[in-house]
């Protein structure tokens, strides 16, 4: 049954939540919506009752937010997950559950999780420290160049580096619980999100083909969907069943593979929420993923996921060597873009690579997109005042 006079939680007030909100007004009744946030002055703020400060890593700080809300929705994975236990114990409603984020947001748990279940990933060893990366390393135990990914707090390319000697794992390895990864000869990078609404009806978005940042690791491009052959198909559906069948429950999966050089698909790790790799989905579907998100949460019908026209997603990243008061140098140029969407996210300060807004571009062909994307990169620069 639809509660249209709940509280809802939002743990953090960042831009997907943000843009979670906005999907949700054209449907919204009489609900509150209440943020948790260590930042009064979020993205979240004009659209909330009341913003809370707090840690989302806080047990005290997450319980005591919780027990004020009816619905609870992560932004991002780094939650207390004792605290989210204990809230579901009282009967609140928490998307993504607990038992998902607790294996989510543990880079080696994640990892143990696809070997448990059959799924492609790959091939990895774990370690406490960098004394034992050191010895591994002086005893032949590993190759170089790997990857080494710590267990917790990684996002947009954080806790993640490329080492290639002894020598780097003493200068630039982190020292803490991390996986260590074969490097392996990627060819593609795509994304799935899928999932299923309360009553246990299943959704899947297109598949969408992500471009990185070679230096940051952070997505650059998005397209709405991408061409594959049957074979590939059928490898990202398998993938897509074996996960869907392990976690049960209600909530949206964005599922990040790799393709390498022998045509083989790969998971390399898995988002419990919206995410980056759907933005697009804004212009580019019938429902974005924010509004699904929304209404898996809920307790609303799944919406039609299919695309409306082909789109591509470009992500405004801070500029190198600015950090202050943001100023959009070159706005004026991109609203004037025909069939060009700008999405500013209201974060007051920039920095080098932090995510401050995304330009989506809608057009008949994805080629057509491209050259847009390609005029907006030389138009638009995040830097400071």
């Known amino acids: ?81 004792e605290a989210l236990k204990a809230l579901e114990n009282m009967g609140k409603k928490v998307f993504c559950q607990s038992k998902y984020i607790a294996i989510i947001q543990n880079k080696g748990k ?23 990366f050191i010895l591994l390393a002086q005893e032949n135990k590993i190759s170089f160049p790997l990857m080494q990914k710590t267990f917790h707090d990684g996002y947009d390319g954080g806790g993640v580096t490329k080492i290639h000697s002894l020598t780097e794992i003493e200068t ?12 392996i000869n990627i060819t593609r990078e795509f994304s799935l999100i899928c999932g299923r609404d309360q009553l246990g009806n299943e959704f899947q978005y297109p598949l969408i083909e992500q471009f990185f940042h070679e230096k940051t690791h952070i997505v650059d491009c998005i397209t709405s969907h991408c061409e594959i052959d049957s074979d590939i198909e059928s490898q990202i559906e398998s993938i ?26 790969l998971v390399n790790e898995i988002a419990p929420r919206v995410h980056n790799s759907g933005h697009q989905s804004i212009e580019g579907n019938y429902c974005s993923q924010f509004e699904q ?3 898996i949460a809920l307790g609303y019908s799944i919406g039609n996921t299919a ?41 007051k300060t920039t920095k080098p690579h932090r995510k401050m807004g995304h330009c989506t571009v809608t057009g008949d062909t994805l080629e057509e997109c ?16």
């Open 307 to 347: 695309e409306i026209k082909p789109s591509i997603t470009w992500n405004l990243l801070g500029e190198e060597n600015f950090i202050g008061p943001v100023y959009y140098n070159g706005i004026e140029e991109v609203m004037k873009q025909k069939n060009v969407s700008l999405h500013l996210y209201g974060k």
């Open 110 to 132: 994640q990892k143990k999780f696809y070997t448990e279940n059959n799924i492609p990933t790959s091939p990895y060893r774990t370690i406490r420290n960098k004394n034992e």
């Open 293 to 295: 998100y929304m209404r």
């Open 240 to 265: 897509k069943t074996k996960i869907l069948s392990a976690f049960t429950g209600a909530g949206l999966w964005a599922i990040e593979l790799f393709l390498d050089t022998n045509g083989t698909v």
């Open 370 to 385: 491209w050259k847009t994307i390609h005029t907006l990169k030389n138009t638009i620069k995040v830097i400071a005042q």
């Open 1 to 81: 049954m639809i509660n249209p006079n709940q509280t809802i939680g939002f743990i953090t007030g960042g831009q997907l939540g943000q843009m979670m909100i906005q999907s949700f007004l054209p449907f919204r009744q009489n609900e509150k919506i209440y943020i948790l946030d260590e930042n009064e002055d979020c993205p979240c703020r004009p659209y909330s009752n009341k913003v809370f400060i707090g840690s989302s890593k806080n047990f005290e700080d997450v319980l005591s937010f919780g027990k004020q809300c009816d619905t609870i929705i992560l932004e991002f994975e780094h939650v207390n997950v």
């Open 172 to 183: 630039k390895a982190f020292d803490t619980e991390s996986i260590l990864e074969d490097c």
